[in-house]
């Protein structure tokens, strides 16, 4: 009966148009919707488009449910496709309404899948997801996987116990000689850390909510699950995380996803929506252990070999020429081939040119929601994990990866205390490099003081930086706002004052539980307390429509966005005797190149291959010529010595598993 | 092009080659012979149907071409179920043309099999482990290394088509067989520009020349055409995707190592593989045939991750004497040799939690045909990377006319070459160089196989004594109990104790309540680490040919049983009368 009032409700909304939808109240998104009514969804949604949708079943998880893509546009042939997966750790129900607004919108609209292929992964961590729906909400992120976290005779015996009975698992605190946490002096809500080099001593020992239930001095160790979804994918996987499991892959709902997006080489772009946001902030690079090729170390083996110093180091190109003396004849060396030969190892930051265009984005991205009047200034977007989907699709894929977290906590807004003499963040960010050092050392020390800089940023040494043209003011303020700001002397960390006030005013001050004691029967006398989970990620549900309806559509104008390449132009020139020469031009009139770095690098998206065919015989090249990389808004000669007995016509065709085939006929002769 | 070949077949008289003996597969198996894919399984079958009661034959999965891949499983159900035993693995032939690691495997249960009930320590090894052998991986592999013209090299890859040149097409130019002898060979052309000439002994080797000297030969490569039109011979052949970099542990991307997949454990027969041996926790000890170079390689693979001096300590228990089972053989970490990511031994180690060997087959170096041995060993990477032939060339190519009848190596002979117009055919044929001639192949099958077969012996065998009982108090006894592993292979590896891999090791006391109860650090001075929670159960694991001891204080009277139980090594029990 439900379903079938689902289902009619779902016939109502889906014949009118987003726009009006817009405007009134949004019946299909105001509220949070179960794994179960999440499947019903997308069944309706294919039910009513037959003609242009398919769902696909990929996996099924440890707790027997489906992992479901749907495909929005399979009634195209040769379109790019673009990926969209949300909420793979479970505990962010907003992204999962986010990925069913939006394949609502791209199903009310024929003009969205003209020329793209969509496929939607609305919640491919549903195990995880029943946690929000739970009668004990934990903020749960691992799946039904059995895992035995802590090696003992059973599995799953020791999880979180609702003690309280408020249906939340928080904290525990209690008092211990030995603790490491005390009451904040601001506000005795807040547990702060105990840091011995400032002399603090702890109080409390901290606990999450829970009892040793079996008896083996530890609290809450081997709880339900398994593995975390969001974590699980290969690039930067650790297995030393116990809810990453041991490999990547190792839980079906990585392994089915992995095989569906590589048995689909059209699809060239990912969305996730989640809890980082790429939209927002570029992805951060500074990790360690990325190989850099403009300074190869040969080890001596190889060295000898080659017949070159192994305590030098090479650049990329210089390697590719030696190792083509000592390859088999014929054999092609390419750098990701010496990369691998050699051991290189893994791209672990973003690189430069692709950092270039994430900038460019998420600053179109700001103006955007700054025009749509939506708040920005929020608790900033966690950065992606190792092991997430956002991460993997663009270092291994080799394709532009954007994601978003739909929602932030905003933050308490400051009162200016603006002293005379002193600068803003605001008037920083306008001034060139050569204004701020101007200011001084002292002003500038004053500035950074006065704005919580992090130790290591000098006056001296920024003056030397901005000096040296490595860094200019408006960078520096931005890294400035996107660290998290330590706390304050007398005053709550900027994260602990946002959430209370959020509590405060949108969930009646129940975000955060009140401590209560109660006795433990292992621990004494404990109080219990603390923030409830989902009150960072996830609104009330009336919010849930407003705030899809004006982010969401970013990802429609990002899609704008893919490369796009045809035959341009093309010029014939009659040598004479019958021989041509043959120079096509080939246009990506896309903003972004195709492959973008990361693809370059990995070598990982389809090549696009100019085709000749008719009856010709060329002289020079190949009938089959890859076009190699090309930039955003660029055009690529190619050119062809051929011969042609008589007046003919042959065609060029773009072959490629990305962007479909376009045909362009070309007379010769006459 | 297919034309081409007919031509060619019906016109090439002389097949070079050994003729691969197509006898009838019964039980014994003969070894100096090498069986197709088909007939491993009929060998498999043979001796599933002569040993039924010892035997189980299971296809776990099918290849990405639909083959079936077997596992004999060797168990005497009499002494035990099989998952309570020990548990023995064998494969071969990961690699498609490492064909002789399928023998290797195929020979150790023929081996436990026709000398079950006549030879004691075989007799106790199969009561005493259950043998899991799986002779042919990469089943594609093997079928088509026999079928199709090879070279000694070639057929590697799983069956996942790749586009190696980066045209868009797929496995569109591999090399081709153009004399149809079955064997993908050389190919010279003469060339007064060349850099090669003829050398002055043997008129068959090619020898680089002089800065100055004239030239007569260059050389083109492997027997193939130009199949995609693209400017360039043969660079895009089957694959590849090496299915010994696609596991899952520390796997890494391809373009950080070729041939590693899309993603870990995307080779479908791949993955059958592993779910077997997931289910099958009682597997200690793994073995992964390949060839060749005459090597026992253990963990780890690349030298960013470590493992525990204990752990070491257990892998020289076998690979010491592995290298003197198998004179000429190293017993090294794999590392040394070149780092990898996403091997096999690496998976069921960190993985899997066992203790797992890598068998490089063959040295080429045991082609003798010479007085006496000298001078240093050739470097056979280096010499592999010039591509250039030593001196050596001239005694393998004796050895060739002289001990192997001419069997392993092809006579040059004109060839009209569709783009390169005359051209000469010849070099070593598909079964050679890696492989040994089969007159060697009885000797390098039985020391291999010894190996494993030492390793089965070496498989935990625990034992459990309550070696002193005391009264201490009213009512209160204190006993001690005692687990002694008389084999060199301890009962759980020291990293899957660290990482959590499962379940550790369990001593579990029933019938009596337990006060207290502790490892004891020193039975003399009377030192026990007692464990806060829960004392009757004690979590352990008992090292190579070690102890541990326990010690319990018990209240009341009566039937106290201590419990021994493990994944890996079998479970025991003793009770005592308090």
């Known amino acids: ?107 009310d609209s024929s003009s969205y899948t003209e020329n793209i292929k969509w496929f939607i992964l609305p919640l491919p961590n549903p195990d995880a997801a029943k946690g929000f729906f739970a009668s004990v909400k934990n903020n749960r992120s691992v799946n039904d996987f059995v895992v035995n976290n802590d090696m003992d005779e059973a599995t799953n015996e020791d999880g979180f ?63 339900e699950g398994g593995i975390n979804v969001g974590i699980a994918f290969p690039h930067l996987f650790s297995h030393k995380i116990k809810e990453a499991g041991i490999w990547p892959g190792q839980t079906p709902e990585v392994y089915g996803l992995l095989r569906f997006i590589f048995d689909r080489p059209n699809i060239a772009m990912a969305y996730t929506l989640g809890s980082s946001n790429f939209c927002l902030v570029p992805p951060k690079g500074g990790r360690r252990g990325g190989a850099n ?95 997430s989907f956002e991460l993997w699709a663009y270092y291994h894929l080799g394709i532009p990866s954007f994601s978003m977290n739909l929602f932030s906590v ?18 920083v960010e306008k001034m060139s490099a050569d204004d701020f050092s101007a200011l001084g050392e002292d002003k500038i020390a004053g500035f950074l003081k006065a704005n919580n800089a992090p130790e290591r940023f000098t006056a001296k040494g920024i003056i030397e930086m901005m000096k040296s043209g490595r860094f200019s003011p408006k960078q520096m303020v931005g890294m400035m706002k996107n660290m998290p700001k330590p706390e304050k002397e007398n ?99 896309g903003y972004l190149p195709y492959p973008i770095s990361m693809g370059q690098r990995n070598n990982q998206p389809a090549p696009v291959v100019v085709v000749l065919e008719g009856d010709i015989e060329i002289l020079e090249g190949k009938n089959r010529t890859p076009l190699g990389n090309i930039g955003g808004n660029q055009v690529k000669k190619l050119t062809w010595l051929i011969k042609a007995d008589k007046k003919t016509t042959i065609s060029a065709k773009i072959d490629s598993a990305v962007f479909g085939n376009n045909v362009k006929q070309i007379n010769i002769g006459g | 092009m297919k034309k081409f070949i007919i031509f060619t077949l019906l ?127 990469n089943v594609d592999g093997r079928f088509h290394f026999f079928e199709d013209g090879n070279t000694p090299s070639s057929n590697r890859s799983i069956r996942v088509a790749k586009d190696d040149d980066g045209d868009g097409l797929f496995d569109e130019d591999a090399p081709d067989d153009l004399d149809g002898d079955g064997s993908i060979c050389q190919m010279r052309i003469k060339d007064p520009f060349g850099r090669y000439k003829i050398d002055s002994e043997d008129k068959r080797i090619l020898v680089p020349v002089k800065p100055g000297e004239k030239g007569e030969y260059s050389m083109l490569g492997y027997e193939g055409i130009d199949n995609d039109n693209d400017g360039r011979i043969n660079e895009d052949a089957e694959g590849y995707l090496d299915p010994n970099r696609n596991w899952g542990f520390n796997w890494m991307p391809p373009y950080v190592q070729r041939g590693a ?45 470590g493992i525990a001096a204990s752990d070491i300590a257990a892998y020289d228990v076998i690979g010491k004497e592995a290298e003197k089972i198998t004179p000429g053989y190293v017993y090294k970490p794999a590392y040394d040799l070149y780092p990898t990511y996403g091997d096999f031994d690496s998976h069921l180690f960190f993985i899997h939690g066992i203790y797992s060997f890598v068998g490089e087959l063959f040295m080429r170096s045991q082609e003798t045909y010479t007085v006496k041995k000298e001078g240093p060993k050739e470097d056979e990477l280096e010499s592999f990377m010039r591509g250039t032939r030593t001196e050596r060339s001239r005694e393998q190519l004796k050895f060739n006319d002289n001990v192997a009848q001419g069997e392993l190596y092809k006579d040059w002979k004109k060839f009209e070459h569709p783009v390169y117009g005359e051209i000469e055919i010849g070099g070593w044929v598909k079964m050679s160089s890696r492989l040994p001639h089969p007159f060697m192949l009885p000797d390098l099958v039985h020391r291999n196989a010894s190996v494993v077969f030492l390793s089965a012996l070496q498989t935990p065998e625990i034992s459990i004594d309550v070696f002193e009982v005391k009264e201490i108090g009213k009512n209160l006894q204190q006993v001690r109990v005692r687990l002694q592993n008389a084999k060199g292979l301890p009962s759980m590896s020291a990293y899957s104790v660290s990482s959590k891999l499962y379940p550790q090791d369990m001593l579990t006391v029933s019938g009596g309540k337990v006060v207290a109860g502790g490892k004891i650090s020193d039975k003399r001075l009377n030192k026990v680490n007692y464990k806060e929670k829960k004392p009757e159960i004690q979590f352990l694991s008992v090292p190579s040919y070690g102890v541990v001891e326990y010690q319990f204080l018990i209240e009341g009277k009566g039937e106290i049983t201590f419990n021994y139980e493990s994944q890996k090594a079998k479970n025991i029990n003793t009770s005592v009368k308090l």
């Open chain 1, 1 to 107: 009966m439900i379903k079938k009032l689902l289902s009619y409700l779902l016939l109502c909304v889906l014949i009118v148009s987003v726009k009006q939808l817009n405007a009134q109240s949004e019946p299909l998104f105001n509220k949070y919707h179960s794994g179960n009514e999440v499947q019903q969804i997308l069944k309706t949604l294919h039910q009513n488009n037959a003609a242009k949708t398919q769902l696909h079943n990929i996996a099924t998880s440890p707790g027997g449910e489906q992992i479901t893509v749907l495909e929005i546009g399979s009634n195209l042939d040769d379109a790019p496709a673009i990926f969209v997966g949300a909420n793979f750790e479970g505990n962010i129900p907003l992204s999962t309404e986010g990925a069913l607004y939006f394949a609502k919108m791209l199903l």
């Open chain 1, 161 to 223: 116990d609702d003690l309280n009975g408020d249906g939340f698992i928080t904290q525990m605190r209690v008092k211990d000689l030995s603790g490491t946490h005390f009451v904040s002096k601001n506000d005795p809500r807040i547990m702060v850390r105990a840091d011995a080099k400032k002399g603090e001593r702890g109080e409390y020992k901290m606990y999450a909510e829970g009892i040793d239930n079996d008896e083996d001095g530890k609290y809450n160790e081997d709880g």
């Open chain 2, 261 to 305: 997949g899309n993603f870990p454990l995307s080779g479908v027969g791949l993955k059958a593989i592993d779910d077997y041996i997931s289910d099958r926790p009682n597997i200690i000890i793994g073995y992964a045939f390949h060839n060749t170079g005459g090597m026992w390689l253990r963990v780890p693979a690349e030298k960013s991750t």
């Open chain 1, 293 to 387: 090729l403009e300074s190869i170390k040969i080890p001596s083996r190889y060295a000898r070999m080659l017949g070159v110093d192994a305590s030098k180091t090479y650049k990329m190109d210089e390697v590719v020429e030696l190792m083509k003396t000592i390859v088999p004849a014929g054999m092609e060396v390419t750098p990701s081939m010496v990369a691998g030969f050699l051991g290189l190892g893994a791209a672990v930051n973003p690189l430069d040119d692709d950092l270039k265009f994430y900038t460019k984005f998420s600053e179109d991205y700001k103006e955007y929601l700054k025009a749509k009047k939506f708040n920005t200034e929020t608790l900033a977007p966690v950065p992606a994990k190792n092991g």
């Open chain 2, 11 to 137: 016109f090439s008289l002389a097949i070079v080659g050994f003729s691969v003996e197509k006898g009838k597969i019964e039980v014994p198996l003969r070894f100096d012979r090498y069986y197709s894919y088909d007939e491993v399984n009929e060998a498999l079958k043979v001796l599933n149907k002569a040993f039924p009661e010892l035997t189980k034959l299971e296809v776990l999965g099918q290849s990405e071409e639909g083959r079936d891949i077997y596992a004999l499983t060797i168990n005497n159900p009499k002494t035990g179920d099989e998952l309570s035993k020990p548990g023995v693995y064998v494969d071969g032939n990961i690699h498609g043309n490492e064909i002789q690691a399928g023998e290797v495997c195929l020979y150790y249960a023929n081996m436990l099999l026709t000398k079950y009930g006549e030879n004691e320590k075989v007799t106790k090894a199969v009561d005493k482990n259950s043998h899991y052998i799986i002779p042919v991986v």
């Open chain 1, 491 to 589: 005053e709550l960390s900027e994260t602990d004052k946002a959430l209370l006030a959020w509590s405060e005013k949108h969930w009646d001050g129940k975000g955060f539980t009140e401590w209560e004691k109660i006795t433990h029967p292992t621990l004494g006398e404990v109080e219990i307390g603390g923030y409830v989970p989902y009150l960072k990620s996830t609104p009330n549900q009336h919010k849930i429509d407003s705030l899809l309806q004006v982010q969401i559509p970013w990802l429609m104008q990002l899609s704008k966005k893919l490369p796009n390449i045809l035959p341009a132009k093309e010029k014939v020139t009659d040598l004479g005797a019958g021989v041509y020469k043959l120079e096509i031009y080939i246009e990506n009139n």
């Open chain 1, 410 to 427: 905003p933050k308490v807004k400051e009162e200016k205390k603006k002293e005379d003499g002193t600068v803003s963040m605001e008037d």
